[in-house]
């Protein structure tokens, strides 16, 4: 199986910061690699597919990058309803695989 | 507006079986791929199984081969996981899963509200 690797696990910033969390994965995924946003009690929700094209409604102020083994998140301008778990996962093999979660808090 | 709504969840003993049901409405559910993924608070996300719009392929992460089943109802536009000899670790909120691949690269784009099945005597 293929292992999907984040950091930081956890992070604290102020509004209009700029985030950026990490995603390794263990075997070579080209762009298959989606983002994810969950709120406590909530579903998770897509914001980034294919390493780097935002989900249709998704705020321009998250972005993806990355290919092969290494991505990353970026959140340009922190705002308070971006507090959430943000999750990378690989569509690259099944069994699709997410990695641990980023906890993001506002300062 | 896509819904998908799950149900059947609840409290069963280790080595039983619940069924998990799951409504489709607001797309054509024949067109898509459809998962079931569950979370727990210890292993975070973890897909669990997958079926192909005609039904005709299925998939199964490794721990749960051999005691659950993946199936779909496409005149009922309904997706369901029967899972027996359930064990503690099976404890979960479970998802079900829309699929949209386009051009090779899928993604996860709607989710249920998920159901809660708990293993426990």
Redesign the interface.
Known sequence: DIQMTQSPSSLSASVGDRVTITCRSSQNIP??L?W?QQKPGK????LI??ASTL?NGVPSRFSGSGSGTHFTLTITSLQPEDSATY?C?Q?YR????????TKVEIK | EVQLVESGGGLVQPGGSLRLSCAASGFTFKNYWMNWVRQTPGK????VA?IKEDGSDK?Y??SVKGRFTISRDNAKNSLYLQMNWLRGEDTAVY?CVRDNIDQQ?????Y????TLVSVSS
């Not at chain 1, 579903?43 to 897509?46: G, K, Q, T």
């Not at chain 1, 099944?94 to 979660?101: A, I, K, L, S, Y």
């Not at chain 2, 989710?111 to 998920?114: N, R």
């Open positions: 762009n298959y989606n994810y579903a998770p929700n897509l597919f294919g989900q999750y996962q569509s099944t069994p699709q695989t997410f990695g641990q979660g | 975070g996300l973890e897909w997958n998939y992460v490794d998802y690269l899928g993604r996860f784009d989710w249920g509200q998920g």
